[in-house]
């Protein structure tokens, strides 16, 4: 027997799991359950597990449901372990008559809900206000920050707690929903461009695993005969893929791809010419819709390019680029290649650095620059020097301290004049650079 606690326990958790898993696909290829299928060439789902959290999916009938509960008395006695339907919920499809919850309900005595709140920490429904939905993260946030002692903080130590807590808390929505408009400044991450980042992964994962079962069923559901990099946006999208269709911008600026069979290149919406460090297309596409992907531009028999054919269609210019990139293997497929690392696969760390060196996030350079160039607050957050001076200096450029010439400004009756020379108003510009006292 094993307890809590026994380093076997999370070994046989998988392997009940396994069991289970294998139950639920057995009563399903017998056809005597059927999953969801939310589009005609989706794949049917039937469950997701996630460690302890399970979904299981069949169709509202008495039949069904008499399955589901013999796979779940099945699975007790194999594995000794119960379901606790005190904690568990059910939820139906509209247009289920009350009379037929009730019946199933007595088969299964879980508890009916209108509809999932969070499934692994996240919504299930988005309604028009996202702030709402997402309100959530700003309450774990604060329950996470007012435990500490703040206030014994310094404010270099109050941003490093922002850093650690604030910023990491988020992180696991932001992988799949676009929630901040967030910008960047005293060294924090600009939330917005890392949102994006994060999105963008999930959006070359649906290009570069294209037989995963989250793959399969978006592409069934939103772009069936284009690929991911052609989707368009549509009425009636999920939150989730309207957030990872928005920051496919990310990918088809900084990747390239590497010719293969040519199937999958787009002629002239795909970068494939120029490659690194240029996506623009200088000839105009013609009318002739037979040149719509790379393949058509190569001959039948050989790994050659129709030399004729490219010449014909292109300007020189790109013609001559076009003949210089070697096909090397036509069998193999087409490779998308990010350009900013080394093996190029995508990563979160360089998707956010390209997006902050393209400087698409207007937002977050204006707070970041005011009359300073731009470049200016990354060379002052990277300065080897304690935290503490980096951010005295940030406050003195913002005018952020509280001299006397700032408190009398907020109305806090005191004298604005420097208490070392009394000449002048106390501003941060005579404390630093003006005042006898800090000139001796």
Not at 225 to 245: P, V
Not at 337 to 366: H, L, P
Request: net charge positive; glycine share 6%.
């Amino acid at each position: 027997m094993t307890g809590r606690g026994d380093p076997l326990s999370p070994y046989l958790f998988i392997l009940y799991a396994d069991v289970l898993s294998g139950l639920i696909t057995k009563a399903k290829s017998d056809h005597l359950i059927h999953g969801v299928k939310i589009a005609p060439s989706a794949p049917e789902i039937s469950q997701l597990l996630f460690a302890d959290d399970s979904l299981m999916f069949c169709r509202a009938t008495v039949e069904e449901a008499n399955v589901i509960h013999n796979i779940i008395l099945t699975y007790q006695r194999a594995s000794g372990q119960q379901v606790n339907f005190s904690k568990s919920e059910m939820v139906f499809s509209k247009g289920i008559s009350g009379d037929l919850k009730k019946d199933i309900a007595n088969i299964l005595p879980i508890t009916i809900k209108e509809q999932f709140s969070k499934y692994l920490g996240m919504p299930t429904v988005m309604g028009r206000s996202k702030s709402q939905v997402f309100n959530f993260i700003q309450e774990k946030i604060w329950n996470k920050l007012k435990g500490w002692k703040e206030k014994n903080l310094s404010f270099a130590g109050r941003s490093t707690l922002i850093k650690a807590v604030a910023q990491a808390i988020p992180t696991y929505l932001m992988s799949s929903f676009l929630i901040l408009k967030g910008n960047g400044g005293m060294g924090f991450r600009d939330l917005r461009a890392f949102n994006e980042a994060l999105l963008a992964k999930q959006g070359w994962r649906l290009i570069t695993q294209p037989s995963s079962l989250v793959a399969q069923v978006l592409k069934a559901k939103y772009y069936p005969k284009d690929q991911f990099l052609e989707a368009k946006s549509k009425n009636q999208m999920s939150y989730s893929w309207r957030s990872i269709l928005q920051a496919s911008w990310v990918i088809k600026k900084g990747s390239y791809w590497t010719i293969g069979s040519g199937d999958n290149i787009n002629t002239w919406t795909d970068n494939w010419i120029h490659q690194r460090g240029n996506t623009t297309m200088w000839t105009p596409q013609p009318l002739n819709p037979n040149y719509v992907k790379v393949k058509n531009l190569m001959t039948n028999s050989t790994n050659e390019w129709n030399t004729h054919l490219i010449n014909q269609i292109f300007i020189a210019h790109e013609a001559q680029q076009i003949l210089k990139i070697p096909i090397i293997d036509r069998t193999q497929e087409d490779t998308l290649t990010w350009d900013g690392t080394m093996d190029g696969n995508y990563s979160v760390k360089s998707g956010y650095k390209a997006i902050m060196d393209w400087g698409i996030n207007t937002d977050a350079n204006k707070a970041n620059s005011s009359n300073n160039p731009k470049d200016f607050w990354p060379k002052l957050w990277n300065l080897n020097v304690p935290p503490k001076h980096s951010h005295l200096i940030w406050r003195i450029i913002n005018n952020a301290l509280p001299v006397k010439g700032n408190i009398f400004k907020k109305g806090i009756q005191c004298d604005p004049l420097c208490p070392r020379c009394s000449t002048t108003i106390e501003t941060c510009h005579h404390v630093f650079l003006e005042c006898d006292w800090c000139l001796r």
